[in-house]
């Protein structure tokens, strides 16, 4: 069976790639992150969000996200959310990231775990600018 644009066979799950056309890798486990809470910045057609933009917070996007209605700096224990801080990563809608590279506030990637996804919403030569993992 093809695999659809998501990287799903059928039902079952093909392997994921990131937007440099490499395995996905892991964004963090310690906030655990991603649409499916396994560390990874995978997506599905029920992800309708695009968790797909592994970003590394500052505390001037935390503050840019919360003004515009996106508080991901308050735990939300009820939710198993533990609040981010400067510093952790989190698998960031695409959508969401490119609306704060659009206003200035954009945080730093991780292209390797970045998952090809986000190129529906984003630039490769966007995300390549705010790489942590280019040399």
Aim: with cysteine; proline share 6%.
């Amino acid at each position: 069976m093809p695999l659809d644009d998501h990287g799903w066979s059928g039902g079952r799950r093909g392997v994921s790639k990131n937007v440099l056309g490499g395995k996905l890798e892991d964004c963090s486990l310690d906030p655990m992150t991603g649409f499916f809470r396994n560390g990874c910045c995978d997506t599905a057609p029920e992800d309708v969000g695009s968790h797909t933009v592994c970003c590394v917070v500052t505390a001037e996007f935390l503050m840019y996200s919360k003004k515009a209605g996106n508080d991901l700096s308050t735990p939300m224990p009820e939710y198993g959310f533990p609040g981010l801080k400067a510093g952790d990563r989190w698998c960031l809608c695409a959508p969401r990231w490119q609306q704060a590279f659009e206003a200035g506030h954009a945080p730093r990637i991780v292209l390797r775990a970045t998952h090809e996804g986000a190129l529906e919403f984003c630039s490769l030569d966007d995300l390549k600018n705010y790489a942590i993992d280019l040399s």
